[in-house]
């Protein structure tokens, strides 16, 4: 078939790419060029692998074992999905996120591990992300059975876990068999996205699950398979999608994205002989009550949370000012695109081919009858949905850093890309091979990325090159990016290299925070020159912060520079009268070094 035979080469020439970009200088390309930053093991051996596994005589040499475990995942559901949610869980807990650079990352751990007040920290969040992201966390903490970055390792575990249980699910849901079995589920389980279930706390994670648990209940609900009677499905299917779908809103404000499915799904199902019918059964009222009571209950908290807080991600001011059809589908902005879906979602860059290949072959044809259009229509409601909106948000930090934020729309992108890939294997014909490339060109990339996170020397390395390579970003991404590095740099007290990241930060963002711990660092760095300079910046910029008179205090007395000492004192005295330290350190002072006359 010829769409196997362009599959073949479109992931041929997406492995091509990536070797070339591990040798280019430069940060165009950074979803396909990760391989520059990694260890030699992980760079060449995933590669390599993925790259053998295209040749023809190799991949029929794997292609019965392949098809043995497809044949499990199609044939034996509840010992498969016991296996894959082992692996599933063990591979993220194996690989733990020590980078800590995607979103606020550092922002919610902190927030667990400080007692902060989530609603003062992140006012915007829904109940259920409040509860599972910092209540449950917070509780761990404070029982002594977890710290702040074990609770959400635990929790990303058993979401992993159930992302690949739905993985294998959907190949069901498509009745493939064999390698294309496999080939699927894995198309659906490694996507980039598997790297916020490695210590990231917040909603984001769970709404890759529910999207992908989405697409399940909505593939199961609109599908007939040859040879079945024309009737609507179950109740089953339609209960979930309206229960994943109450999930979601109560989770994040973007589920908002999902509603087109549910609407989909529910007006094809209807469509079918004997719905009307079946729709009188207090069990099928029930699944279609739950997504619009939820819906109804939900929805104005959630419009007005985005009023208040999402213009920052919608119009920020750079935004206006470009005007915001130029500011979403300006070149760097669609590049950057291309570059969050290379990541979380490799096998949706194939789509558009695929998709062309099969309407040709007539394999994505509408159907009423509930056949593959069905299955797209729902599909494409998912994808597009999230894929629409995509351009119009603008992260605070970025594409590169927020990834995050695109996470659910990688795995929607993700799902459509394994239905065609599904199509495209289960009419392949001799070339059933091509599943064994398919797989490993999914998992490769997702063990890099993994490998990548859990490596802070390389995760390191590719931040700096963001911020000194071209292109040129925005101050604020640099200055974002530049102020991460001095925070970890910090807390692994590597002394020069924190100031060095707080300096270049204060460059474009010099809040009294920054500044502050700049002038911490390089006291613990051992300049102490530099210090009291940064602390004389603090202080002019934030005056009434007495940490920052004390610790100007501190290294000019280590100096030594008596007077300057003296002055920092007397001004932290005028702020802290009541400060008996302070007022001794002063009288010391005095003696040793009287004031000059």
């Known amino acids: 078939m010829r769409s196997a035979l362009a599959l073949w080469i479109a992931l041929g020439a997406l492995a091509l790419i990536r070797l070339v970009l591990a040798f280019v200088p430069g940060m165009w390309f950074?979803?396909?060029?990760?391989?520059?930053?990694?260890?030699?093991?992980?760079?060449?051996?995933?590669?390599?692998?993925?790259?053998?596994?295209?040749?023809?005589?190799?991949?029929?040499?794997?292609?019965p074992a392949w098809s043995w475990l497809g044949d499990r995942i199609a044939r034996r559901p509840g010992a498969s999905s016991l296996v894959l949610a082992i692996l599933g869980a063990w591979l993220v807990w194996a690989f733990p996120d020590v980078v800590r650079y995607v979103g606020d990352f550092l922002l919610r751990q902190g927030t667990?591990?400080?007692?902060?007040?989530?609603?003062?920290?992140?006012?915007?969040?829904?109940?259920?992300?409040?509860l599972l992201h910092f209540t449950l966390p917070s509780a761990a903490q404070n029982a002594g059975l977890f710290d702040a970055n074990t609770t959400p390792r635990l929790m990303g575990a058993i979401e992993a876990a159930v992302l690949a249980v739905l993985a294998g699910a959907f190949a069901r849901a498509l009745a493939l068999r064999g390698s294309a079995a496999l080939a699927v589920t894995a198309a659906v389980f490694f996507g980039g996205y598997l790297c916020m279930f490695t210590g990231?706390?917040?909603?984001?994670?769970?709404?890759?699950?529910?999207?992908?648990?989405?697409?399940?209940?909505?593939?199961?609900?609109?599908?007939?398979?040859?040879?079945?009677?024309?009737?609507?499905?179950?109740?089953?299917?339609?209960?979930?999608?309206?229960?994943?779908?109450?999930?979601?809103?109560?989770?994040?404000?973007?589920?908002?994205?999902?509603?087109?499915?549910v609407i989909v799904a529910w007006v094809l199902w209807l469509r079918r002989p004997g719905a009307l019918v079946a729709l009188r059964r207090p069990v099928h009222l029930i699944a279609l009550l739950v997504p619009i009571v939820a819906v109804i209950a939900l929805?104005?908290?959630?419009?007005?949370?985005?009023?208040?807080?999402?213009?920052?991600?919608l119009a920020p001011a750079e935004v206006k000012r470009q005007g915001v059809l130029t500011a979403a589908?300006?070149?760097?902005?669609?590049?950057?695109?291309?570059?969050?879906?290379?990541?979380?979602?490799?096998?949706?860059?194939?789509?558009p081919l695929l998709a062309v290949?099969?309407?040709?072959?007539?394999?994505?044809?509408?159907?009423?009858?509930?056949?593959?259009?069905?299955?797209?229509?729902?599909?494409?409601?998912?994808?597009?949905?999230?894929?629409?909106?995509?351009?119009?948000?603008?992260?605070?930090?970025?594409?590169?850093?927020?990834?995050?934020?695109?996470?659910?729309?990688?795995?929607?992108?993700?799902?459509?890309?394994?239905?065609?890939?599904?199509?495209?294997?289960?009419?392949?014909?001799?070339?059933?091979?091509?599943?064994?490339?398919v797989t490993l060109a999914v998992m490769m990339p997702a063990l890099q990325w993994l490998a990548h996170f859990n490596d802070i020397e390389s995760g390191f390395r590719r931040v700096e090159a963001f911020m000194t390579e071209p292109p040129l970003r925005t101050g604020l991404e640099r200055g974002t990016s530049w102020d991460y590095l001095g925070i970890r740099n910090y807390h692994l007290e590597r002394w020069a290299k924190a100031a060095q990241g707080f300096s270049i930060a204060a460059e474009t963002s010099p809040s009294p925070r920054i500044l502050q711990q700049?002038?911490?660092?390089?006291?613990?760095?051992?300049?102490?020159?530099?210090?009291?300079?940064?602390?004389?910046?603090?202080?002019?910029?934030?005056?009434?912060?007495?940490?920052?008179?004390?610790?100007?205090?501190?290294?000019?007395?280590?100096?030594?520079?008596?007077?300057?000492?003296?002055?920092?004192?007397?001004?932290?005295?005028?702020?802290q009268p009541d400060n008996v330290e302070a007022r001794q350190q002063l009288e010391i002072l005095d003696r040793t070094h009287p004031p000059k006359k």
């Open 30 to 63: 950074w979803g396909l060029n990760l391989q520059r930053f990694l260890d030699p093991v992980f760079s060449w051996g995933p590669w390599a692998l993925g790259a053998l596994a295209l040749i023809p005589a190799a991949a029929r040499r794997l292609e």
């Open 112 to 130: 667990v591990e400080e007692a902060g007040q989530p609603g003062v920290i992140y006012p915007q969040a829904q109940p259920l992300d409040v």
């Open 200 to 261: 990231y706390s917040k909603a984001l994670c769970e709404m890759v699950v529910l999207v992908v648990a989405a697409g399940v209940c909505a593939v199961r609900m609109v599908r007939r398979r040859e040879g079945e009677a024309d009737e609507p499905a179950g109740a089953g299917p339609a209960l979930g999608l309206g229960i994943t779908m109450a999930l979601a809103l109560a989770l994040h404000r973007s589920a908002v994205a999902m509603v087109p499915v």
């Open 299 to 313: 929805g104005p908290h959630i419009v007005a949370t985005m009023l208040r807080f999402d213009s920052v991600h």
């Open 329 to 351: 589908f300006s070149a760097m902005r669609i590049l950057d695109m291309k570059n969050l879906v290379a990541f979380l979602a490799p096998l949706a860059l194939l789509s």
């Open 357 to 437: 290949m099969l309407t040709l072959a007539g394999r994505a044809r509408p159907s009423r009858q509930g056949g593959a259009g069905a299955e797209v229509a729902v599909l494409l409601a998912l994808a597009l949905a999230f894929t629409l909106a995509m351009p119009f948000i603008h992260p605070a930090q970025g594409m590169f850093r927020d990834w995050d934020d695109f996470a659910a729309t990688g795995a929607a992108l993700a799902l459509l890309a394994a239905w065609l890939v599904g199509e495209t294997l289960r009419a392949a014909g001799t070339r059933r091979w091509l599943s064994v490339g």
């Open 518 to 575: 700049w002038a911490i660092a390089e006291t613990m760095h051992g300049d102490l020159r530099e210090a009291q300079r940064v602390y004389h910046r603090l202080v002019q910029k934030d005056p009434n912060n007495p940490s920052a008179w004390l610790g100007l205090a501190a290294v000019a007395s280590r100096i030594p520079d008596p007077e300057d000492c003296r002055f920092a004192l007397k001004y932290l005295l005028v702020l």
